[in-house]
């Protein structure tokens, strides 16, 4: 059934019977392919039915579906025209795993970030409006994200703004972990009560839907309201935010669904449709644990084992240190925004958990929490990865830097993720963290050095500090720093190469292969990009003739040109000045080896580039 899907159009022609195989089929491809290549699986099998049932209804290649984080978008791509291509998913040159209008004029919006859907789909209702033009507007958006305070933002706006929309509550009772919070447990009780929805539907059809009928059913609006309350108490959540509530509803009936879009699509306003769903459907392994397979490595699908055994990563060595820095110091706690796992502390929240502090996908929130508790003398540590940390800018700088106060960000996944893409490389956070007043910012670049600037950031220094490290394991470059600014790693006459965190590795091996050329490369590097003394910089790079810069970050504010200002205003700036970083783009998915290749930071690239500096007269 599924090799006859080349379109949405082709959905629309099943019976009911194709349409259940469809979605059989559909469940085996998916694990069949993220097997081979890693990605979001548990999220994706929770949502077959649901999007079969939006491209039965919808068109998308007019109507808009504004997808949530987007990592649920896989059944999605396949029903668009891009089954084929499935097998170069997250991979260089191969098709996202997230939402991208270039790829397809079936995806809507970028979406790679949470709770975001609602306010750009009133937007576009808006836009539909003002432009006289007539097409259906949609926002699927998970409980997980529910949370987050945009989403908040957004329902308020929509319900009150009577613009024909619909939003799907993909509800499964997870983000990536189990969902905390008062909207879980509103949730929760909406689950248990599906009486009232049902008498709705009953109702109205009992009306009919001639003008009398339909008069009738305005007229006895306050008697369904009494009804609504004492059925369903929890439902009026969404309809005091102006919503037509609708639901809860079987995910995993696709003749429910399809039924209940084409309801929700006839009553013309703000309508949410509440869609129980059950993540991991269909692939017993992701059932049992849905967190573990919510981003996956390849994997065997016959055992759901993954192929390439674990190993010790940033993350875990972070989580490792701050459980025995927090047995050292009674202050010390711990802040995630729904990623516990993700961030290495689930063993921390096995020796502390009261000093551990879920607050769902809310950073902003967690960030101006983490300065109330500094405020009154705890030591709040905010693990976070770099990409979502961006959504509490605001909030460093009013909640935290103002005051002076001793927050401690664990800034992980810093620099080039990988095949997450452009929606999570952390290319932003060595430019905007270093430009908040008060902050220090320290960049290790392997475990022991990790450990070390952990311990001082939490039980030495004061104010606010980031230590920010990248995915994975550590390299070949085992050192640690101590606690000057800069380190010199490698003595050499004919160049400089300076750099800092994990890109300490390629800059030590393009020095190698420079040295196989008979030329001598100086490297240097930063431990600290935030703040950088003038006296210190002027120490270390006075005298170099040709200095190359090495950052996995985009160009503009980079710690490159910072350091150009420092030593022009000193009359000291290199005769040759080359900066490695990258640019002004926001790089694709793909391997980091991949990426750094392609952007010139690896060793080879790095070696090239001073190699005809060094040739030059």
């Known amino acids: 059934m599924l090799e006859m899907i080349h379109s949405p159009s082709d959905v629309k022609r099943l019976n009911t019977a194709q349409t259940r195989q469809l979605c059989d089929e559909l469940r085996t491809f998916l694990v069949q392919h993220v097997a081979e290549s890693g990605g979001h699986l548990a999220s994706n099998l929770g949502v077959v039915e649901l999007t079969v049932a939006i491209h039965r209804v919808f068109d998308t290649s007019r109507d808009r579906l504004v997808f949530d984080v987007g990592h649920q978008c896989y059944v999605h791509k396949i029903l668009t025209g891009r089954r084929e291509r499935f097998d170069t998913l997250r991979q260089f040159g191969g098709i996202s795993g997230f939402p991208k209008p270039y790829e397809s004029i079936h995806d809507a919006f970028v979406a790679g970030h949470a709770s975001n859907s609602v306010s750009v789909a009133l937007g576009m209702a808006r836009a539909r409006t ?24 957004g329902l308020n706006n929509a319900g009150a703004s009577g613009e024909p929309m619909i939003v799907i509550l993909n509800d499964n009772g997870m983000s990536i972990a189990p969902n905390v919070g008062a ?36 007229v006895s609006h306050d008697v369904k309201t009494a009804l609504k309350k004492t059925l369903l108490p929890g439902s009026s959540m969404f309809e005091s935010m102006g919503f037509t509530y609708m639901g809860p509803v079987d995910g995993h009936d696709v003749e429910a669904l399809t039924q209940s879009l084409e ?12 869609v129980r769903t059950v993540k991991g459907k269909g692939y017993l392994p992701a059932e049992r644990e849905p967190a573990a397979y919510h981003g996956v490595s390849p994997f065997d699908p016959a055992t759901g084992k993954l192929l390439r055994p674990s190993t010790v990563d940033f993350s875990h060595v972070f989580g490792e240190e701050l459980t025995k820095l927090a047995g050292e110091d009674t202050r010390v706690c711990a802040i995630t925004a729904a990623m516990q796992e993700g961030t290495g502390l689930t063993a921390f929240s096995q020796e502390y958990p009261q000093r551990l502090f879920d607050v769902g996908i809310a950073e902003g929130h967690a960030v101006s929490m983490a300065g ?98 990248p995915r ?11 606690s000057e600014t800069f380190t010199q790693l490698r003595q050499g006459s004919d160049c400089t190469i300076l750099t800092y965190g994990i890109l300490v590795n390629q800059a030590l091996a393009a020095a190698e292969l420079l040295h196989r050329e008979g030329i001598e490369a100086r490297v240097v590097k930063l431990n600290a990009i935030a703040p950088l003394h003038d006296d210190e910089v002027l120490a270390a790079l006075r005298h170099e003739t040709r200095l190359l810069v090495l950052e996995d970050c985009v160009g503009s504010g980079c710690v490159g040109q910072r350091l150009t200002a420092i030593l022009a205003r000193q009359g000291c700036a290199p005769e040759k000045l080359i900066l490695k970083n990258l640019g002004d783009t926001i790089p694709c998915h793909g391997s980091v080896a991949q990426l750094y290749a392609r952007y010139g930071l690896d060793a080879q690239s790095v070696a090239a580039t001073l190699k005809e500096a060094c040739h030059e007269q």
């Open 183 to 218: 909207v879980s447990s509103h949730l929760s009780r909406l689950r248990t009560r599906p009486g009232y929805y049902a008498f709705k539907k009953r109702y109205r059809q009992l009306l009919g839907g001639g003008a009398v009928g339909e008069k009738l059913y305005h």
């Open 472 to 482: 994975g394991s550590e390299g070949v470059y085992r050192g640690c720093c101590g």
């Open 372 to 469: 109330g508790m500094a405020k009154q003398g705890l030591i709040p540590v905010f693990a976070v990865y770099s990409s979502f940390l961006q959504r509490g800018y605001d909030m460093l700088i009013q909640d935290v830097a103002l005051d002076d106060l001793h927050v401690v960000l664990a800034v992980d996944r810093a620099g080039l993720v990988g095949a997450d893409g452009e929606t999570h490389h952390g290319c932003f956070d060595a430019l905007y963290l270093s430009q908040i007043p008060h902050m220090t910012v320290l960049c290790p670049g392997s475990f022991a050095e990790l450990r070390y600037m952990l311990r001082r950031a939490v039980l030495e220094l004061r104010g606010p500090v980031a230590v920010r490290y």
């Open 263 to 274: 309801w929700a699509r006839e009553q013309r306003c703000p309508v949410l449709l509440h």
């Open 130 to 153: 003002m432009q006289h033009q007539d097409y259906d507007v949609l926002a699927l958006i998970g409980d997980g994200a529910l949370g987050g305070g945009l989403s908040f933002e």
